[in-house]
């Protein structure tokens, strides 16, 4: 089964596609790393799913846990994109 992008992962396609940068190339260890991120958040995120029964605070935390996610993943391409 293919792995979902993050919206980060999305933009930095289209701007690809567009020609407005270059591509970024992450390490096998990158991905690895990317990989278990996901993996950690849809448990997380399942885990808040089940438990939190008021739909309000569900949604709050369900935003803060894909933000979250997100923003780690975003520190990869970063890093990758300085050369690091």
Known sequence: M????SAWELAME???NAGE???ITLT???KQ???EIRKKYEARIAEAEILITDPEKKEKELDYLRRERDRKIEGFYEK?????
């Open 2 to 5: 293919a792995e979902l992008k």
């Open 14 to 16: 289209k701007t690809k």
């Open 21 to 23: 940068g270059k591509a």
């Open 28 to 30: 096998r260890d990158q």
């Open 33 to 35: 790393e990317i990989a």
């Open 80 to 84: 990758a994109r300085a050369g690091k």
